[in-house]
């Protein structure tokens, strides 16, 4: 049996992972729930999972939560506050902790749950994002086991000869590069003009995956795939040239590796983050997920295209800062985090993503990142920068 700490249970990615352990009582249990604010949410999980603790972010929610357990005769404690996300990923009542909160926030109890040596199922693509270096070397330096839930990383760990991550592990096997695949999200038929005047619904309305608001509008610009570039980066050990993006509509390969005798290894399934899920929990065995199978003659096509930079600004960014090494990525990933908040509230236009994080990306003068305080000081400077350049352009 294996305890579960699940931070961010209320999310997409909470809620599948949430499907996927109920189908297996028997091999997993859950240690720890934590949401931001959705009470009645969290409530209802810790109704059906019972977990020994649940966390909310917020103090009033956790007052509110407390209360609602204790009238249902629910045992579960509630804890509130940052310090508590750490705490339950680093407890020793815990082995295996999904990290799938969205964005920055997510960092500090990843990285808590790798100097615990935990199994570690990484959603939160900002952690390694923000500060892969250090995440990297915590997760060494402590035994932890990084397990990509990023169902593009996932593939690609699937489709490397141990199925294992950083380039040590696979290096002199014949890696030429990886391939990763990106859907194009909502407006990829759209003529570039018209990319000024869409809206916050149409950007969340993907066409292939159901997800959070954040990585759904990350995805419509595809900074979602520049994020994963990095993400990729450091995961597998590979430069910027060595990992490819290419427009892949259906979204049914996930990704795939490149050899140097020519063989490409893909792998598939239909879009459902389940399958990921369930991939990183059993690894390295198998486990069902609820995933309906795939049915390739019902699929019957796989188109791909070029990932086109004009087309896309947000992935030309997300290149230029990985080249560009140091806090750059965190400063990015921290301006892009500003501008999609921003643009979810009506305050800018889709087109303006991209101009703000260029702005704050060229304003800022990045440091080594080599320690925590650089990375989040950097981050802190950028979200000051790009709110700043939003106002003064509205
Ligand atoms: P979501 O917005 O649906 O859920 C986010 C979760 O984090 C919620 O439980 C929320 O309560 C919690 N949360 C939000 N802000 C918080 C804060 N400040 N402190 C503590 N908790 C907070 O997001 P999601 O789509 O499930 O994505 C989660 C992560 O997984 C993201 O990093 C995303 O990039 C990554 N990811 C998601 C998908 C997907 O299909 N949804 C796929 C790949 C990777
Ligand atoms: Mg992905």
């Given at each position: 049996m294996q305890a579960v700490t699940l931070l961010g249970a209320t999310g997409s990615i909470g809620v599948s992972t949430l499907d996927v352990l109920a189908r297996h009582p028997d091999k997993y249990q859950v240690y720890a729930l934590t949401a931001n604010r959705s009470v009645d949410t969290l409530f209802a999980q810790c109704r059906q999972f019972e977990p020994e603790v649940a966390v909310m972010l917020d103090?009033?929610?956790?007052?509110?939560?407390?209360?609602?357990?204790?009238?249902?005769?629910?045992?579960?404690?509630?804890?509130?506050?940052?310090?508590?996300?750490?705490?339950?990923?680093?407890?020793?009542?815990?082995d295996y902790v999904v990290a799938a909160i969205v964005g920055a926030a997510g960092l500090l109890p990843t990285l808590a749950a790798?100097?615990?040596?935990?199994?570690?199922l990484l959603a939160n693509k900002e952690a390694l994002v923000m500060s892969g270096g250090l995440f990297m070397h915590e997760v060494e330096a402590n035994g932890a086991t990084l397990l990509p839930v990023d169902s593009e990383?996932?593939?690609?760990?699937?489709?490397?000869?141990?199925g294992n991550t950083q380039k040590h592990h696979y290096d002199g096997k014949g890696v030429r590069k990886i391939?990763?695949?990106a859907s194009g999200g909502p407006f990829r038929d759209y003529d570039l003009a018209a990319l000024e005047h869409v809206t916050p619904e149409q950007a969340v309305a993907h066409p292939n995956w159901s997800m959070g608001?954040?990585?759904?509008?990350?995805?419509?610009?595809?900074?979602?795939?520049?994020?994963?570039?990095?993400?990729?980066?450091?995961?597998?050990?590979?430069?910027?040239n060595q990992i490819e993006v290419i427009l892949h509509r259906q979204s049914i390969?996930?990704?795939?590796?490149?050899?140097?005798?020519?063989?490409?290894?893909?792998?598939?399934?239909?879009?459902?983050?389940?399958?990921?899920?369930?991939?990183?929990?059993?690894?390295?065995?198998?486990?069902?997920?609820?995933?309906?199978?795939?049915?390739?003659?019902?699929a019957s096509r796989l188109d791909?295209?070029?990932a086109d930079h004009t087309f896309f600004p947000c992935l030309a960014l997300a290149y230029q800062a990985l080249d560009a090494g140091g806090t750059n990525t965190a400063i990015l990933n921290a301006?892009?985090?500003?501008?999609?908040?921003?643009?979810?509230?009506?305050?800018?236009?889709f087109t303006d993503i991209a101009r703000t994080i260029e702005h704050v990306l060229s304003t800022m003068t990045a440091s080594d990142g080599s320690t925590l305080q650089q990375v989040l000081a950097d981050d802190e400077q950028s979200r000051q920068i790009a709110a700043e350049f939003i106002k003064s352009n509205k």
């Open positions: 103090e009033p929610s956790a007052e509110r939560l407390a209360k609602q357990l204790k009238m249902a005769g629910i045992q579960t404690q509630v804890l509130a506050g940052t310090q508590a996300l750490e705490q339950v990923a680093e407890s020793d009542k815990t790798a100097r615990a040596g935990k199994h570690i990383h996932n593939a690609i760990w699937q489709c490397l000869p141990v391939i990763l695949t608001q954040k990585i759904s509008v990350d995805s419509a610009t595809m900074m979602n795939k520049g994020l994963e570039v990095i993400e990729a980066h450091w995961l597998f050990g590979l430069q910027s390969i996930h990704s795939m590796v490149d050899y140097v005798d020519g063989s490409v290894l893909a792998q598939m399934g239909n879009p459902d983050m389940r399958t990921p899920i369930a991939n990183a929990l059993a690894w390295p065995n198998r486990i069902d997920s609820g995933v309906v199978p795939l049915d390739l003659v019902a791909f295209s070029v301006a892009n985090e500003v501008a999609v908040d921003a643009f979810l509230h009506s305050q800018i236009k």
